[in-house]
């Protein structure tokens, strides 16, 4: 296996300097091409600006959640989804007529239409944005005359409080509706959850979506449909590789540790590549980190990132650029300046400051992002009005004003 030095000196666009500068996180405002902010030269692709969505129907969206209404429908839904896992056809979702045969979780999509193609990131039970994102690609798509524009969700639909079965069900109806213009990308938590024949079980924290469903055992069809999301999930890709360079992934990338191996083998697959596309954390200023192979939570950086990018070139599947989920930045979205010409997008769909995010506002702005060919997929801000997040989400904010009395307590 080359040396790190010789495998960054084979991609032209790492460049020296970029070692003892590395660059600021470009803020919500910034401007990811500032070479004031240490670029060295512009990205390979385009990077757009956000756009800001003020105006949908909040008052519609916030009044047609009805969770109640998504539990009485459970019987159904889940029905419906063991039917469409059951079934024999081979395609039955987004991109699965592009899987090399159906244990493929590394996906090369080889052909894409122009039709919209849109990129939500972690849910975590945030019900409220999932149908406000859902109502925003809906407007769109009416006014291009799309009967059905296309979905890539990236994963992580449950834990940290909010509405986690109902989010669940609310995707299980989606895709029932549409199945072959939605794809699930797998989140961390939606590939730790699993069941051993007689209880959920988790291997990451927060975990409370699995607490819920051993408090539910009794219930057949939470039960059914927590078992969904466990065969959902394992039949879900870890990784999308568009032909365009855009690689679509929860966490990340094959990191440098397993780049000699991948070289050898073309085997997109192996359990450890699988397991970084789903696991691994972007520091948006170092230049490199260190693989730890006792955590999957280990953390990338520029350079690592530039050099996958030019291995994954002479495998035949040349790498760019990245839309990711999984690191829940404050302002919801993420361009980090430091990464250069192999720009990426970090997007996450959380209307709320999560219980373990300890600093911020608790009204946050969520995002989603629209493929565009050949550059980096532009990132949507939804602006819902605060009053419906707060009503939405009461019981975290009594937990955080109960925390808060208790911390300040003499």
């Known amino acids: 296996m080359p040396d790190e030095d010789q495998a960054a000196d084979s991609l032209a666009t790492v460049r020296d300097s970029q070692a003892d500068s590395p660059a600021d996180v470009v803020p919500a405002t910034g401007d990811p091409l500032d070479p004031a902010r240490g670029q060295n030269s512009l990205p390979l692709v385009p990077v757009p600006p956000p756009v800001d969505v003020y105006d949908l129907d909040w008052e519609h969206i916030a009044a047609s959640l009805h969770p109640g209404g998504l539990r009485a429908r459970i019987r159904a ?9 059951d079934s024999e056809g081979s395609a039955r979702m987004l991109f699965d007529d592009q899987r090399n045969d159906a244990s493929d979780r590394a996906v090369r999509v080889t052909t894409l239409s122009e039709e919209p193609l849109w990129f939500i990131g972690d849910i975590h ?4 944005t999932l149908n406000a994102a859902l109502a925003l690609i809906a407007r769109e798509s009416t006014r291009e005359h799309v009967q059905l524009a296309r979905i890539v969700l990236l994963g992580d639909l449950f834990d940290d409080g909010g509405y986690g079965l109902e989010t669940l069900l609310q995707v299980f109806e989606l895709i029932l509706e549409r199945p072959q213009t939605v794809c699930l990308l797998a989140g961390n938590h939606d590939e ?19 607490d819920f469903l051993n408090a539910n055992l009794a219930h057949e069809w939470i039960g059914r449909a927590g078992k969904l999301a466990v065969r959902l999930a394992a039949h879900a890709p ?7 360079g855009l690689l679509a992934v929860h966490g ?6 397993l780049h000699e191996r991948l070289a050898e083998t073309k085997d997109w697959n192996a359990t ?21 192979r006792t955590s999957r939570g280990s953390q990338f950086g520029y350079e690592d990132f530039a050099v996958f990018c030019a291995l994954s070139a002479t495998l035949g599947r040349p790498v760019t650029h990245m839309v990711r989920g999984h690191d829940h930045v404050e302002e919801r979205y993420e361009v980090p300046a430091a990464y250069g010409q192999t720009p990426i997008l970090t997007t996450v769909a959380l209307s709320r400051r999560l219980e373990r995010e300890l600093f911020g506002p608790f009204v946050r702005v969520p995002t989603l992002a629209r493929w565009s060919r050949g550059s980096l997929p532009q990132v949507y801000r939804l602006h819902i009005p605060e009053q419906h997040i707060r009503h939405c989400y009461r019981e975290a904010i009594a937990d ?3 925390s808060a009395a208790e911390t300040s307590a003499p």
């Open 400 to 402: 955080e004003m109960s």
């Open 272 to 292: 450890e590549c699988l397991s970084d596309f789903v696991w691994t954390r972007a520091h948006p200023r170092a230049r490199k980190k260190i693989p730890n």
């Open 192 to 210: 730790a959850l699993g069941y051993n024949g007689a209880r959920f079980t988790a291997t990451v924290s927060p975990s409370d979506f699995c």
């Open 125 to 128: 039970g945030d019900l409220l």
């Open 77 to 85: 839904t889940v029905e419906q989804m063991e039917a469409l896992l």
């Open 252 to 257: 990340g990338f094959p990191l440098k540790d």
């Open 238 to 244: 870890r990784a999308l590789f568009f032909p365009d």
